[in-house]
């Protein structure tokens, strides 16, 4: 037992970080790599720099492979990840991301590089759909948010990283300009790999399975003050307590059959909370951040009009400020809560995109530097609302019972979109130009109803007690007086059962 207590909740969120630094990692390194003497020179099928006769369309369907991996990655957690549990899934999908991380490194061909991103691709969507439920059901309600904003900064931290590898290696004129930089990945996946290997499991799972004692441990292990306090505490009893009431409820709603449930609409209203994950994820993909984060400096070079030397420097100075607009919302993600940074950041991205669409029509040199100012801009407002809060939702609004499924249909549905965004904003850019960056602004005005309209708030709100902003004859979007405190609750199945451990332990 290496780890317990608040050194436990660091570690969790560490492991967590690392495996979404990876992600972000991957979703950054490409961008540098497509315009680099090396990579054209190995895959000239791709080559759309000047004086390059690649194809644009294939461009983006090696860059957008990727996805397609993810995606299946994804649908194998929506079979097979409640049966294998949330340790074992990430487990498996580090170690399979790293077997496509050195398929791609050791490309010289471009069916060969597609392969290594279909498999990297696998193990990332395995990942993805996997790490913020294990993260989230682990983590306190208070601190939730927070955790998994930091996990997201940390991912921010891995597109950082990749601009600035890959700038780094621009200056060399060999194959390792693009190798190194692929089979650097490997490293990020042993680490997240050998970290998760080190913690427990999450103790709804554990519960949802039957392992109670277990449960009850792991459940003692993240709470603060573990040490001085026994795995019979009434805090812990009562928190195992309300985990299984909840469980036994979700299961007679599902009746058993968890697919089917994904699609019913009941007292519980499964297929409404399973869409509002969806939703996210599909509003985060839509708003056109993988636009700038997989094609910075295409997007630098091509529709601003700058230097290749020049547009991966801006790029990674963009991840630089990408990475401390991440920060932002870890602070205020609990305070402030979801929604309002959902819409915060929805109407900053449209007026962004706006400007962006006009400076990049307008051509000249002053216009250029306005457009600069907006890719940098969007980012912020991204980091702050979009970037967090998609990955977290969908882990707290699916019930237990289905929370597994619904969070990898989530991902599953961020993956495919980001496919439609990747593979289509080459031959986009090439073929409209400024016009790219409308359909974007029109995209993020209309996420604004949609996030007003339907999204409950879960600030400071347990799993279970979430489950209440469902139950019923309609959904609630902010927790009422009525409903009683937000720690009212499990205050009083605390008090009840400290009575009933005097009275077990008299005896």
Not at 66 to 72: D, H, L, R, S, V
Not at 287 to 298: E, F, H, K, Q, R
Not at 355 to 378: D, K, P, R, W, Y
């Amino acid at each position: 037992m290496l780890f317990v207590g608040k050194p436990l909740d660091w570690a969790i969120s560490a492991t967590a970080g690392a495996g979404f630094m990876l992600f972000g990692y991957d979703q950054g390194v490409m961008s540098g790599l497509l315009t680099g003497s090396a990579f054209t020179r190995t895959f000239p099928e791709i080559d759309t720099t000047d004086g390059g006769h690649g194809s644009a369309s294939l461009q983006g369907t090696v860059v957008a492979i990727y996805e397609i991996g993810c995606f299946f990655g994804a649908i194998l957690v929506l079979l097979f990840g409640e049966k294998l549990g949330r340790r074992w899934c990430i487990i498996i999908g580090c170690l399979v991301l790293a077997i496509g991380g050195a398929l791609q490194a050791s490309a010289s061909s471009v069916p060969h590089i597609i392969v290594g991103r279909i498999v990297a691709g696998l193990g990332n969507g395995i990942n993805t759909s996997t790490i913020p439920v294990w993260h989230s059901e682990l983590m306190k309600a208070k601190s939730r948010g927070k955790g998994l904003c930091i996990e997201l900064a940390v991912n921010i931290f891995g597109v950082m990283t990749a601009y600035w590898v890959d700038y780094g290696m621009s200056y060399v004129d060999n194959d390792s300009q693009f190798r190194f930089p692929l089979a650097l990945q490997c490293a990020f996946a042993l680490v997240t790999m050998v970290g998760v290997f080190f913690l427990p499991e999450s103790p709804r799972w554990l519960v949802a399975h039957d392992r109670h004692e277990e449960a009850r441990h792991v459940l003692w292990r993240v709470e603060a003050d573990a040490r001085s306090i026994s795995e019979r505490d009434p805090r812990i009893i009562a928190r195992l307590e309300e985990i299984q009431y909840a469980i036994t409820e979700e299961r007679k709603a599902t009746e058993g059959t968890n697919f089917k449930a994904l699609l019913k609409n009941g007292d519980q209203k499964f297929f409404y909370r399973t869409m509002l994950g969806i939703g996210g994820q599909f509003m985060q993909q839509l708003s056109g951040i993988n636009l700038i984060t997989y094609y910075a400096p295409v997007i630098f070079q091509q529709s601003v009009g700058m230097p290749q030397n020049t547009s991966l420097l801006l790029a990674g100075f963009n991840g630089v400020a990408y990475f401390i607009s991440s920060l932002v919302p870890i602070w205020i993600i609990d305070r402030l809560g979801r929604r309002k940074l959902m819409l915060f950041a929805a109407a900053g991205q449209c007026a962004c995109m706006a400007i962006l669409a006009g400076t990049v029509a307008n051509g000249s040199q002053s216009a250029g530097l306005a457009a600069t100012v907006m890719l940098f801009l969007f980012n912020f407002f991204f980091a702050v609302g979009l970037l967090a809060i998609p990955w977290l939702l969908p882990a707290e609004y699916a019930p237990l019972a289905i929370r597994t499924k619904a969070a990898a249909l989530a991902t599953a549905s961020n993956w495919i979109f980001t496919f439609l965004v990747v593979e289509i904003t080459p031959v986009s850019i090439a073929s409209i130009g400024w016009r790219t960056y409308v359909y974007f602004c029109v995209f993020n005005f209309f996420f604004l109803p949609l996030i007003w309209f339907f999204y409950p708030e879960t600030r400071n709100l347990s799993l279970e007690q979430i489950d209440k902003l469902f139950t019923g004859p309609k959904v609630i979007l902010h927790w009422q007086a009525s409903m009683g405190s937000m720690e009212g609750e499990n205050q009083h199945i605390a008090e009840r059962k400290s009575k009933e451990v005097e009275v077990i332990e008299h005896i």
